[in-house]
Nanobody
C-alpha cells in the first residue's frame, strides 16, 4: 500500500521559516517523482515544487511564486522502505497560507516545466496546514 504522510505544518509569522516533511512508503514505479502542492481556501490546488526520487540529477521544479524562498530535497531510504521529501520554506508570506499536500507519480520531474499539474498525480497525502500571519 502506498502511503504519503505530511508533517511539519503550523502557524508562523511573516518572514519566518517552516520545513515540511513527506514520508513516502510502498511506492514502486519505473520513475518515481514527488510533488508538493498547496490549496488555499476557495482556490484551485497549485503545484509548488517537485523532485525525482531515483535520479540524482539536480532537477527541481519551483513555481515562480516560491523561487528563491522554498527548497525541495529528499532523503532516500537506505535500510528502510520509506523515503522522505522535504520542503524548506523560508521568508514565508501570508499568501503562502494553505494546506500543503505531497503527491507521487510514475514519471519525471523536469525543472524546466511551466507548471506542475495536480491532475497527473497517482497518490496523495492528506495534507498539512500552514498558516502565515502578517
Amino acid at each position: 500500500e502506498v502511503q504519503l504522510v505530511e508533517s511539519g505544518g503550523g502557524l508562523v509569522h511573516a518572514g519566518e521559516s517552516l520545513r515540511l516533511s513527506c514520508a513516502v512508503s510502498g511506492f514502486t514505479a519505473d520513475e518515481r517523482a514527488i510533488g508538493w502542492f498547496r490549496q488555499a481556501p476557495g482556490k484551485e490546488r497549485e503545484g509548488v515544487s517537485c523532485i525525482n526520487l531515483d535520479r540524482d540529477d539536480g532537477n527541481r521544479y519551483y513555481d515562480n511564486s516560491v523561487k528563491g524562498r522554498f527548497a525541495i530535497s529528499s532523503d532516500n531510504a537506505q535500510n528502510s522502505d520509506t523515503d522522505t521529501v522535504y520542503l524548506q520554506m523560508n521568508n514565508l508570506k501570508p499568501e503562502d497560507t494553505a494546506v500543503y499536500f505531497c503527491a507521487a507519480w510514475n514519471g519525471y520531474c523536469d525543472g524546466r516545466r511551466d507548471y506542475l499539474n495536480y491532475r497527473g498525480m497517482d497518490y496523495w497525502g492528506k495534507g498539512a496546514l500552514v498558516t502565515v500571519s502578517s
